[in-house]
C-alpha cells in the first residue's frame, strides 16, 4: 500500500511540474503576441492613455460621472452641467462620446469660450456633436460616418491604434467604457457644421 500511495504521489507531483514548467516560461506568451498583432484593440488604446489620470473606477458609473473621474476632462463635464445635458446623456443606454480635453478647450480664445459659455443653445449643439446614439467600437472607427445627437455627420479615420475624428481631432485616448458609453479622448474640440 505505501508503494501505491507513493506512486500516486509521484504521478501528482510530476503532472503538477509539467504544467508549472511551461507556466513559468512564459506559457501564455504566444497568446498576448496574438493580441498585440490584431488589427484593432479590444481595450483602451492610444497615446494619451497613460497620461490620463483616473480618481476612480468608471466601469459602473453613466457617462458624466465616468468622465468626472478624469480630471483632464472637467471642462467637458462642467460645460455638459451647464447645458443641462447630464442627465440626457445619463439617461441614454448605448451612446458613443468623443470627448474633448482640458488641452482642446484650451485652443479656443478667450472670447470664444466666453461667447460659448453664455448662450445655453450654442453650448447644447457644441456639445451633442460630439455624442453618437450608439456604441461605437474600435473596428467601426477606421472609415466610420455617424450622425450626432445634434443631427449632423462626424466622420472617423484611421487604422490600428491611430484614428482621427473629422480628419483633425486625433483620439487620445480610445474604448474607454462606462455603463452606457464608449469614452474616445479627443485634442480638439469639434464644431459642427453651419
Not at 512564459?26 to 496574438?34: E, L
Amino acid at each position: 500500500m505505501n508503494f501505491t500511495r507513493m506512486r500516486t504521489r509521484t504521478a501528482k507531483t510530476t503532472a503538477a511540474a509539467l504544467v508549472a514548467i511551461p507556466l513559468a516560461l512564459g506559457g501564455t506568451a504566444p497568446q498576448s503576441q496574438a493580441q498585440e498583432a490584431s488589427p484593432s484593440p479590444s481595450g483602451t488604446f492610444g497615446p494619451g492613455c497613460a497620461g490620463l489620470a483616473q480618481k476612480a473606477s468608471t466601469i459602473r458609473d453613466k457617462v458624466v460621472e465616468a468622465a468626472a473621474a478624469y480630471p483632464q476632462l472637467s471642462n467637458l463635464v462642467s460645460s455638459a452641467v451647464r447645458a443641462n445635458l447630464d442627465g440626457t446623456l445619463d439617461g441614454k443606454p448605448d451612446i458613443t462620446v468623443f470627448a474633448p480635453d482640458d488641452k482642446a478647450f484650451q485652443t479656443m480664445t478667450a472670447s470664444q469660450l466666453s461667447s460659448l459659455l453664455a448662450n445655453q443653445g450654442q453650448l447644447k449643439k457644441l456639445l451633442t456633436y460630439h455624442v453618437v446614439d450608439q456604441r461605437i467600437t474600435p473596428n467601426e472607427l477606421s472609415h466610420g460616418s455617424f450622425t450626432t445627437l445634434e443631427g449632423s455627420k462626424l466622420t472617423t479615420s484611421g487604422s490600428g491604434t491611430d484614428f482621427k475624428v473629422n480628419g483633425k481631432a486625433n483620439i487620445v485616448c480610445g474604448n474607454i467604457e462606462a455603463a452606457n458609453a464608449t469614452i474616445y479622448v479627443i485634442d480638439a474640440v469639434l464644431q459642427p457644421p453651419s
